[in-house]
């Protein structure tokens, strides 16, 4: 096994501290040859306490691919967890998939969060389910087991999109064309809160069985959500979907979603702005999901999370109509405000 600090060394050809995406504390690399586990782990920020953040098992190109993409979702969760006004520091992990995820790669892989003592407290994320992280907790106790995220990832969504509505248009849901690209734990539940609240919704996944299984009537699967033409699109899969060229396909007039990190890059928050499509920020809204993993440790009942979750909504409020009186995007009103 091999269990290593890379943070300020050159590993894998790369040097670490040196890479584009890199403002982080530490970066730590795992390594069990007999069960097939390479893993990284990034700790971005641990000023308000411990980095949490989830565990995604994801087939990589390269190795820069898999270092790239958790540094970019640690850095994504600090952002998170403060827009959520939550007590942790931002976190994340990785898992190289070669192969099948097996119970005794989980198992090297909770040795691996031992290692670190608690400073990265790890979730379920693409790839890596609630079952997954409950059988990691048998042999870590740092682990959130306790709840399934996406509910309440989906929940602060929908009471986002609804104020973003009322503000765009000054109506409710009723009859607003929706699209959402990704029926997950989240796009789904999403989806039926939207429904229920009179919206036509319209859903893609790349896996047409999560679509087969949409019974609501309501509910119509379709075969690209990007393109679709609708009054507000909801990315609820994979992140970076958002290029400088992608953008010209989009045919709707908000962006409210809770993939990580929708843009390739920062700078096309305002490339967004300035072709008139309002973007609200993932790191802004998709906060739900650790308001909901916490709640135990932060010892909030059911009522305390929906206001939570509510207050969500109020802050998107207050950023959209700070964007439109000072003629910025979103993103940079919410920078401006954390400053």
């Known amino acids: 096994m091999i269990f290593k600090d890379i943070t300020d060394i050159n590993f894998n050809g790369i040097d670490i501290s040196s890479h584009h995406e ?36 994801k087939e990589y190109d ?13 850095k994504g969760m600090t952002d998170k967890n403060n827009a959520a006004q939550i007590p942790f520091g931002g976190g994340k992990a990785v898992i190289f998939k070669h ?62 999109i609804e104020q973003a509505i009322n503000i765009y248009f000054s109506e409710d849901l009723q ?21 229920n ?35 507000l699109f909801s990315p609820c899969a994979v992140g970076a979907i958002f290029t400088k060229s992608s953008i010209n396909n989009l045919k709707c007039k908000i962006i409210a979603g809770g993939a ?5 890059d920062a700078s096309i928050a305002k490339d967004l702005h300035d072709i008139g499509i309002v973007f609200i920020p993932d790191i802004l809204i998709n906060s739900g999901g650790v308001i909901g993993l916490t ?24 950023l959209m109509i700070s964007s439109k009186e000072n003629s910025i995007s979103i993103l940079e009103a919410l920078n401006k405000q954390t400053l």
Not at 30 to 57: M, T, W
Not at 207 to 226: F, G, M, Q, V, Y
Not at 260 to 264: A, F, K, S, T, V
């Open 22 to 57: 890199f403002c982080h504390e530490k970066v730590y690399y795992y390594e069990d040859q007999n069960v097939g586990l390479k893993s990284l782990i990034a700790i971005h920020n641990s000023v308000k306490g411990p980095a949490i953040g989830g565990c995604r098992f």
């Open 197 to 231: 609240s009179g919206a036509q919704v319209y859903i893609s996944d790349i896996d047409r069985s999560k679509l087969d299984s949409i019974e609501h009537k309501n509910i119509t699967p379709i075969d690209d959500a990007l393109s679709f033409e609708c009054d």
């Open 175 to 195: 009859n607003k064309k929706i699209a959402i690209q990704g029926a997950g734990s989240v796009g789904k539940k999403l989806a039926e809160h939207l429904v």
């Open 260 to 264: 990580n990190n929708q843009l390739l």
């Open 62 to 74: 390269s190795f820069d691919a898999g270092l790239t993409d958790v540094l970019r979702l640690s």
């Open 99 to 160: 192969g099948d995820k097996s119970q005794s790669l989980l198992k090297s892989f909770a040795a691996f969060l031992n290692n670190l003592k608690g400073s990265y407290i790890s979730a379920e994320d693409i790839g890596i389910t609630l079952e997954d992280i409950k059988f990691v907790k048998k042999y870590s106790d740092y682990v959130f087991d306790n709840v399934d995220p996406g509910p309440y990832t989906a929940k602060g969504l929908f009471y986002s």
């Open 295 to 318: 709640k135990d440790l932060l010892h909030r009942d059911e009522a305390q999370i929906e206001m939570a979750l509510k207050d969500i909504a109020k802050r998107v409020k207050g």
